[in-house]
């Protein structure tokens, strides 16, 4: 089993920077992808970006050029720099990992489903 823990999530004012930090545990390397989620209330759970194994990224268009997702693979730590942040970027923001053999099947995908292993989670809030 993989265990991840959120964390780095607060209040900031419009345009201010946070980031993120997943800690993953278990049965886990740098073969898994990971990704990072939000749901803001009453929507959808969206993908931000993503990371696979070869290091390739891939993020929601409403995010691109301002968040920065990244791993250290010695720590099993997943990261997410977020710049500029705007109060439509207010959600719970979630960590989400997959085995690696599911990976290749959903390379660069950013769909939810494709995520077997989630944490609970951080609550990320922008004021305007």
């Known amino acids: 089993q993989v265990q991840l823990v959120e964390s780095g999530g607060g209040s900031v004012q419009s345009g201010g920077s946070l980031r993120l930090s997943c800690a993953a545990s278990?049965?886990?390397?740098?073969?898994?992808?990971m990704g990072w989620f939000r749901q803001a209330p009453e929507k959808e759970r969206e993908g931000v970006a993503r990371?696979?194994?070869?290091?390739?990224?891939t993020y929601a268009d409403s995010v691109k050029g301002r968040f920065v997702i990244s791993r250290d693979n010695a720590k099993n730590t997943l990261y997410l720099q977020m710049n500029s942040l705007k109060p439509e970027d207010t959600a719970m923001y979630y960590c989400?990992?997959?085995?690696?053999?599911?990976?290749?099947?959903?390379?660069?995908?950013?769909?939810?489903?494709?995520?077997?292993?989630w944490g609970q989670g951080t609550q990320v809030t922008v004021s305007s």
């Open positions: 989400a990992t997959d085995r690696p053999h599911d990976c290749l099947t959903t390379f660069q995908a950013l769909d939810a489903i494709d995520f077997a292993f």
């Open positions: 990371i696979d194994s070869d290091g390739s990224t």
């Open positions: 278990g049965y886990i390397s740098s073969s898994y992808c």
